[in-house]
C-alpha cells in the first residue's frame, strides 16, 4: 500500500470516528430532552389535579353548608313546631279561625262559645214565621216542633281542632284553620210527627181544596157526592221550605231586620178521583152480626146490622154514569142483628161500679113522666173504651112526639111551665153516678139556679141544641148504664168489669160565697089595694167549687177541684093590690 494510500485511509477512519463520536454525543442529548420534556407535562397535570381538586373542594363545601343550614331551618322550625304545638295543646281555648253556623267562636273557652252560640240560637229561633198562600195564613213557630241544635257536640268538634291529631298534623290544622278558616255547621232536629201534623192540618184547612168523591150512610140510603176539583198542598215542598228557612237563619240579620218570615205555600190543581164504586160496595157491605161476649177473657163484641144495595151492582152503575147531579143516592137494604148490645144481660157486666139515685114528686104525673121517657131512652147503654156518651144524641129531641109534656123549668129567672121539664134531672142523677164511676166528664155545665134534687156543685143542665152532658169510658172495659124511674126514685147504675184497682170516690161541694136574693113588688090590680101575695118563693145564689176525692184503703191518694160553679140568687116576687 501507497503512503497516499496509507494516507486516505486514516483520514477516513478519523472521519468515522468523528462520525461515531457525533453519534454519541448526541444521544444523551435526546435523552435529555425527552427527560425535560416528562416533568413538564407532570406539572401540567399536577397543576390541572390541583386545580380541580380545589372546585371540588369547594363544592364540597357548599353542600356542606346548605346541609348545615337546612339542618338548621329544620332543627328551628321543628323546635318552633313543637312549642307551637305544646303551647296550643295547653291552651283553653277553641282556635283561631274557628266559627260555628258561621258565627265566630276563636279564642273562646267551650263555656263562652256555648253562650255565644244559645244566644245567636235562640234569637234565630225566636223569629215567627207566616205560612201562606193568598189570603191564607197560618202562624208557625220554631217551637212548634221542637226545633233545637246539638250545641254541646259542636262546641266539642271545635274545640278539638288542632289539639286531637300528631304534633306535624296539629300544626299543620292550626295555620290552615287560622288563615282558610273552619266552619262547623250543625243540623236542627225536630218533632218529625209535629211538624208533619201542622202540614195535614194545612193541607185539609186551605181554602179551595179539592173536593174527593166521598160518601155517607142516611136514612137507609147510601148518598154519593163525586167531588170537586180543586188545588192540593204540595206537602214535600212545604216541609222543605219551612225547614230551609230555619236552617238559612242568620242572627245577626235578624236583629237588623227582625220582620216575620213568609214561606209561600205551594199547590197544584187536582182533579177529584173517579168513584168506584166496587170499592165503596166492599166498604159498606156487612153481614148482620149479633152482639154477643167472651168472659175469660172478657171481651164484648157489639151487633153490627146487615147492609146491602137494595138495587144491583148493575143498577148502582147506571145512576152513576148516566146521571149529571152533583151527588147520586143509592137505596140501602137493612138487616138488623137479631141481639144487640144492649140486650145482653148484667151477667156480661158482673160488677157494680157505682149508682146514684134523686128523688122525685111522684104525683106531679107530667114531670114524672119526662124523667121515665129520658131515663128509659138511656137505659141499657153499652159504651166500649174510650167511647162517648152524649146525653142530647141518646135522648134526642124533646117534642110532643116523643110523649114529653109541660112541667116547671127556670127561664128567665122564673120558674114557669115547658116542655119536657125535669129532665135536668136525669141528665144530674146520671153525671153523679158517672162521677162515682170515676169516668171522664168531657162537657157539662150548672144551672143558673140551684136545684132540689141534688146539691149545688153536682148538677148538669142540658138543652137540646145548645146545652150538653157528655163523658167517657175511660175504663179498660165496656160499661153498661142502668136507669129506673119509678115510686118516686130515679136511679142510675153503672155496671162493667172489676179493674185491677178501684178507687172509693168522693164528691165534695164547698160552698165559697153566698149571694143574698132580692125581692121584687109587682102592682096586681086584680088584688085589694093593700094586699100583698107570694107569686115566687127567692133563695139565695151560691159559688161553689166541687172536688173530687179519690181514696184507697181508707187513705186520700188524691184531691182535685172538679169544679167552680156560681149559681145565681133567685129573687122573691110578691104581687101587691093597688
Given at each position: 500500500m501507497s503512503s497516499e494510500e496509507n494516507e486516505q485511509s486514516e483520514q477516513k477512519n478519523k472521519e468515522i470516528l468523528e462520525i461515531e463520536k457525533k453519534v454519541n454525543n448526541s444521544k444523551p442529548k435526546k435523552e435529555e430532552k425527552i427527560e425535560n420534556k416528562i416533568p413538564s407535562q407532570q406539572n401540567t397535570m399536577e397543576k390541572s389535579e390541583k386545580k380541580e381538586n380545589k372546585i371540588n373542594k369547594k363544592s364540597t363545601n357548599k353542600r356542606l353548608w346548605i346541609i348545615i343550614i337546612i339542618s338548621a331551618v329544620l332543627i328551628i322550625g321543628l323546635m318552633f313546631s313543637t312549642a307551637f304545638a305544646l303551647l296550643n295543646l295547653g291552651k283553653k281555648t277553641i282556635a283561631k279561625g274557628v266559627s260555628i253556623r258561621g258565627i265566630d267562636v276563636s279564642n273562646l273557652t267551650p263555656e263562652e262559645a256555648t253562650n255565644k252560640i244559645n244566644e245567636a240560637i235562640n234569637i234565630e229561633l225566636s223569629l215567627k214565621m207566616d205560612l201562606i198562600y193568598e189570603d191564607?195564613?197560618?202562624?208557625?213557630d220554631a217551637n212548634q216542633i221542637q226545633y233545637s241544635y246539638a250545641i254541646t257536640?259542636?262546641?266539642?268538634?271545635?274545640?278539638?281542632i288542632g289539639k286531637s291529631g300528631n304534633i306535624i298534623m296539629n300544626n299543620y290544622t292550626l295555620l290552615l284553620t287560622a288563615f282558610v278558616g273552619k266552619n262547623i255547621d250543625i243540623n236542627g232536629t225536630y218533632n218529625e210527627d209535629s211538624l208533619n201534623?201542622?202540614?195535614?192540618?194545612?193541607?185539609?184547612?186551605?181554602?179551595?181544596?179539592?173536593?174527593q168523591a166521598n160518601y155517607y150512610i142516611e136514612n137507609n140510603e147510601l148518598i154519593i157526592n163525586k167531588g170537586k176539583s180543586g188545588i192540593a198542598v204540595k206537602k214535600d215542598e212545604l216541609k222543605n221550605s219551612i225547614l230551609q228557612n230555619l236552617k238559612n237563619r242568620n242572627a245577626l240579620e235578624i236583629m237588623q231586620d227582625s220582620s216575620t218570615q213568609v214561606v209561600q205555600i205551594q199547590v197544584e190543581n187536582v182533579e177529584p178521583e173517579n168513584i168506584d164504586l166496587e170499592k165503596?160496595?166492599?166498604?159498606?157491605?156487612?153481614?148482620?152480626?149479633?152482639?154477643?161476649?167472651?168472659?175469660?177473657?172478657?171481651?164484648?163484641?157489639?151487633?153490627?146490622n146487615g147492609v146491602d144495595f137494595a138495587i144491583t151492582m148493575e143498577e148502582a152503575k147506571a145512576k152513576i154514569s148516566t146521571e149529571t147531579a152533583e151527588e147520586y143516592?143509592?137505596?140501602?137494604?137493612?138487616?138488623p142483628a137479631t141481639k144487640t148490645i144492649d140486650s145482653i144481660g148484667t151477667e156480661a157486666f158482673p160488677y157494680l161500679i157505682s149508682s146514684y139515685s134523686t128523688k122525685y114528686d111522684a104525683s106531679n104525673?107530667?114531670?114524672s113522666g119526662n124523667l121515665k121517657i129520658a131515663a128509659d131512652k138511656i137505659n141499657g147503654t153499652v159504651l166500649m173504651p174510650g167511647e162517648e156518651f152524649s146525653y142530647n144524641e141518646v135522648v134526642g129531641k124533646r117534642t110532643i112526639e116523643e110523649g114529653y109534656t109541660n112541667a116547671k123549668i127556670y127561664e128567665n129567672g122564673q120558674v114557669v111551665d115547658g116542655l119536657a121539664g125535669g129532665i135536668c134531672q136525669i141528665s144530674s142523677t146520671l153525671y153523679n153516678a158517672v162521677l162515682l164511676a170515676n169516668l171522664e166528664v168531657t162537657q157539662r155545665r150548672n144551672h143558673s139556679y140551684t136545684t132540689t134534687y141534688v146539691p149545688a156543685g153536682r148538677d148538669a143542665t142540658v138543652v137540646y141544641g145548645t146545652q150538653d152532658f157528655k163523658f167517657k169510658n175511660s175504663r179498660t172495659y165496656p160499661i153498661k148504664i142502668e136507669a129506673n124511674v119509678a115510686n118516686g126514685i130515679?136511679?142510675?147504675?153503672?155496671?162493667?168489669?172489676?179493674?185491677?184497682?178501684?178507687?172509693e170516690i168522693k164528691i165534695i161541694p164547698v160552698t165559697t160565697q153566698t149571694i143574698p136574693y132580692q125581692t121584687e113588688y109587682v102592682p096586681d090590680p086584680t088584688l085589694a089595694q093593700g094586699q100583698q101575695v107570694v107569686k115566687q118563693a127567692g133563695h139565695s145564689g151560691y159559688k161553689v167549687t166541687t172536688y173530687i176525692e179519690k181514696r184507697l184503703a181508707g187513705a186520700v191518694i188524691s184531691k182535685d177541684v172538679l169544679s167552680n160553679d156560681t149559681y145565681k140568687a133567685m129573687k122573691t116576687i110578691i104581687n101587691v093590690g093597688q
Open positions: 191564607y195564613q197560618v202562624d208557625f257536640d259542636a262546641i266539642k268538634q271545635a274545640y278539638s201534623g201542622i202540614i195535614e192540618d194545612v193541607s185539609s184547612k186551605i181554602p179551595g181544596l179539592v173536593v165503596v160496595y166492599n166498604e159498606i157491605h156487612t153481614e148482620p152480626k149479633d152482639a154477643y161476649y167472651i168472659a175469660e177473657p172478657f171481651q164484648l163484641f157489639p151487633e153490627e143516592v143509592i137505596p140501602l137494604k137493612i138487616t104525673t107530667n114531670r130515679a136511679e142510675f147504675k153503672v155496671h162493667g168489669i172489676k179493674e185491677e184497682v178501684e178507687y
